[in-house]
Structure formats: structure tokens, C-alpha cells
Nanobody, 116 residues
Framework: QVQFVESGGGLVQPGGSLRLSCTAS????????MGWYRQAPGHQREFVAS???????VYRDSVKGRFTIFRDNLNHTLHLQMNSLKPEDTAVYYC??????????WGQGTQVTVSS
């Protein structure tokens, strides 16, 4: 079973930026359609962004133009660049394989807190 390790979260002021990173064993991140997801307290986990093996990106409406998902295939790392952060982006962020993501096991995630 693949284990994902997310990092890069933290506390940032509204309007600030963070870059999240996701790694897994071997070349997993580079071989499959991957996504970022988030879960805020009291809410269900939700889709944020995905990227397929061809590089096609999809975003939830609320992050379009602010977030960018991309892969570093040399280092087999998935990233989420988050700019113009808003308090409503506060959540634990997770990465996972995109297909059937709702039913997959999850890693620890990385906490993102946007607050002044």
C-alpha cells in the first residue's frame, strides 16, 4: 500500500502563499493521475485540484486562478502552489491518487491555516 507524505503547510496571512509537496515510494507520483484534497473542521473532504499523466489540470472553482498543481517528475514530487490565500482555504491538505479518491486510504496531510 502506497503511503503519501505531505508537507509545506503552515500559518499564513490572507493574501499570502504556500507551496505544498507530496511524495510517495518510488515513482508513484509520476505514474498516475494525482490530486490534492482538503478537509476543514466539520466538513467533508473535498477535491481541490488534479493533474493527469498527460499534464491536464482540473481545479475546483473557488481556487481557479490562485492555485496551481504541478509535478516534478525528476524528483517524483507533486506540488500545489497556493497564492492569494483566503481564510476559507484553511484545512488539512492531502494528496492521493485521483481515481476513486473518496475510497482511498489517506496520509497525515499538512495543515494550512490562513489567518491574520
Amino acid at each position: 500500500q502506497v503511503q503519501f507524505v505531505e508537507s509545506g503547510g503552515g500559518l499564513v496571512q490572507p493574501g499570502g502563499s504556500l507551496r505544498l509537496s507530496c511524495t510517495a515510494s518510488g515513482r508513484f507520483v509520476s505514474l498516475y493521475d494525482m490530486g490534492w484534497y482538503r478537509q476543514a473542521p466539520g466538513h467533508q473532504r473535498e477535491f481541490v485540484a488534479s493533474i493527469n499523466v498527460a499534464g491536464h489540470e482540473v481545479y475546483r472553482d473557488s481556487v481557479k486562478g490562485r492555485f496551481t498543481i504541478f509535478r516534478d517528475n525528476l524528483n517524483h514530487t507533486l506540488h500545489l502552489q497556493m497564492n492569494s490565500l483566503k481564510p476559507e482555504d484553511t484545512a488539512v491538505y492531502y494528496c492521493n491518487r485521483h481515481v476513486n479518491w473518496r475510497t482511498r486510504p489517506w496520509g497525515q496531510g499538512t495543515q494550512v491555516t490562513v489567518s491574520s
